[in-house]
């Protein structure tokens, strides 16, 4: 029963991480979080179990994994920089622990797996043929899962929209539309002109992942779900929730400047992720969440303009500089 409700989470530190590691301890679970650096981390009351360790190095990964019952693996490379060096390595560590110890592995999917042939409505069964580099290598990575699952390693993967978010600073709202730290004067819009895309925020992806894990042994030994989060029909909706949110309602979008990403592209390794990605914001991309509701009965579901204004104010475009803690979520 102990392990049951143990937990080790790898990127305790990002936005995804840190929410499913809060909502854990609030559940009662024992939160074991591994970091390089964890004196510098640990804050009294978090209710962590801080590690010294890097996910990079399978002992360390095979240590903190003992006598866990689920590892959350929701550690990226930082900046984007070297995926095709770290990301691989990193899944098959978690892999490993999850076998020597029987844990479960839970997965924060991204869209990257999916190519325009999959486009626009894409379900869990979509084919996964990607045209990017960073795509290929999350396909890559998903079938290192499902081959571990037939072998005894169960995964519970959950795939959602851009994230936003008070925690999400490696986020398109946070490094493309506002500035953090700074009032809202102005927004960027990276859609193309009537083109709808996907967001998801923090809070409810965390609590989706959670009821799901707390179905046990009722999701499969390879389980895969889409989340619908916020669904913007035609690129403007997101842009007028910040504007509201900001009390600045008559606020307009301008375009996001592609052409200063396509010139920085060839020497800053974030502008040369951002522009591969473009291709998510000219053509509409939504997933279904009918497999979710078939399995929760609903999804978590926080207002817009509620997850709006929290992302802001933890942002400090608002005033704040603290994000707001977990609140109650309705489904639908």
Known sequence: MEQDKTALVLGA????????????????????????????????GDGFEWLRGDAMERDAVVGAARGVGLIVHAVNPPGYRNWGALVLPMIDN?????????????????????GPD??????????????????AIRVE???????????????LIVRAGDFFGAGAGNSWLAQ????????????????????????????????????????????????????????????????????????????KAKAFPWWLVNLASPFVPVMRELREMRYLWRQPVRMSNARLRAALGGEPHTPLDTAMRATLEGMGCLGGEVAPAPRQVSAR
């Open 94 to 114: 978690t892999i490993a622990a999850a076998r020597a110890g029987g844990a479960r592995v839970l997965l924060p999917g991204t869209v990257y797996n999916y």
């Open 118 to 135: 999959a486009f626009p409505d894409v379900r869990e069964d979509s084919p996964q043929r990607p045209l990017t580099r960073k795509g």
């Open 176 to 251: 493309g539309l506002v500035k953090p730290g700074r009032p809202v004067t102005s927004i960027s819009n990276p859609c193309a002109p009537g083109v709808g895309h996907q967001w998801a925020y923090l809070p409810d992806v965390a609590e989706t992942m959670l009821r799901l894990i707390e179905q046990g042994d009722a999701l499969p030994a390879f389980a895969t779900y889409h989340m619908e989060g916020h669904w913007d029909a035609d690129g403007t909706r997101m842009v007028a929730a910040i504007a509201r949110a900001a009390g600045r309602p008559e606020l």
């Open 141 to 155: 990575l998903e079938k290192r899962l499902r081959a571990a699952a037939d072998d005894g390693v169960r995964t």
């Open 13 to 44: 530190t990002g936005g995804i991480g840190g929410e499913v590691a809060r909502r854990l301890v609030a559940r009662g679970w024992r939160v074991k979080a591994l970091h390089r650096a964890p004196e510098r981390l640990a804050v009294a």
